[in-house]
Each structure stands twice: as C-alpha cells, then as structure tokens.
C-alpha cells in the first residue's frame, strides 16, 4: 500500500508480505523464474523443477532433512544449464 502525503513523495507500507523470498533456489542454486518457482520455494526453499525431481516423492524425508547428492544435484544444473543455452 502506498499513499501520497505533502512533500510530494510516495511513502511504501509493506505490511501485506509476512517474509522475504530469495531469488535462488536453495538446492540448485538457479534464478527463480516463474510463479510456479515462487509458490513451491515458499515452501519448501526449492524451484519447482528441484521440487518435482528431488523433494515431491521424499515430503517427509524432505522434512527430516534429506538433500539430494553433489553428483545429483550437478546433473540437474548441467540439464537446466543446456536449455538457456539453445
């Protein structure tokens, strides 16, 4: 919500957002891209591609703390790597 006030300049309450979103997945560490990136990473720190490969079949491992491998993780950042390549 912004209002105007006299000295001609916008003064910003922002007390709509409860928490600040990072731009990078947590797991990949790529940009997020789309709303569907944001809505997953609200919840579970991780783009949506990470989330549909690595955390969607293990929620409750997930939970518990598991994490995909480097090896694992590295294959998934060389594939997302080639298509903004092309």
């Known amino acids: 919500m912004s209002l105007m006030n ?3 300049y ?5 007390t709509t957002s409860s928490c600040c979103t990072g731009i990078f997945c947590t797991v990949c ?6 709303s569907d990136d944001m809505n997953v990473y609200r919840t579970w720190d991780a783009c949506h591609t ?3 490969k690595f ?3 293990r929620k409750e491992d997930w939970k518990e703390g598991w994490r995909p ?5 590295e294959k998934l950042y060389e594939e997302k790597s080639r298509l903004f390549i092309q």
Request: charged content about 30%; proline content about 0%; glycine content about 0%.
């Open 6 to 8: 006299d000295k001609n």
């Open 10 to 14: 916008v003064l910003i309450n922002n």
């Open 29 to 34: 560490n790529f940009l997020l891209r789309d």
């Open 50 to 52: 990470c989330y549909l």
């Open 55 to 57: 955390i969607e079949a």
């Open 69 to 73: 491998n480097e090896e694992d993780i």
